[in-house]
């Protein structure tokens, strides 16, 4: 990944991590879950929402996510 990753916390309902990438990038992150996740959204610094795409690889237990990265801080929230 081309992004920081501030931090990454993991609940029995989901999961948040705050994130910044360099600006005029597309930002690909894979991380290790325990479970499929059910919904994923990321908000800006600003408020407003990230475009995300994302796929579950249940074979390693990994979710990949990307996004159009506009060196804003972003908060990723998924939820179980």
């Known amino acids: 990944t081309a992004t920081r990753i501030f931090d990454f916390d993991i609940t029995e309902d ?3 991590s705050n994130m910044k ?3 005029r ?3 690909f ?3 290790r879950l325990p479970k499929a996740p059910v ?17 579950w690889d249940a074979e390693t ?4 996510f990307s996004y159009d990265s506009k060196a804003k801080a972003i ?6």
């Open 29 to 31: 992150t894979r991380v």
């Open 61 to 64: 237990a990994t979710l990949l």
């Open 14 to 16: 989901g999961f948040t």
């Open 39 to 55: 919904a994923l959204c990321a908000i800006d610094e600003d408020g407003a929402e990230v475009a995300l795409t994302w796929d």
């Open 75 to 80: 908060k990723l929230t998924g939820k179980f």
């Open 21 to 23: 990438a360099a600006d």
């Open 25 to 27: 990038i597309k930002s």
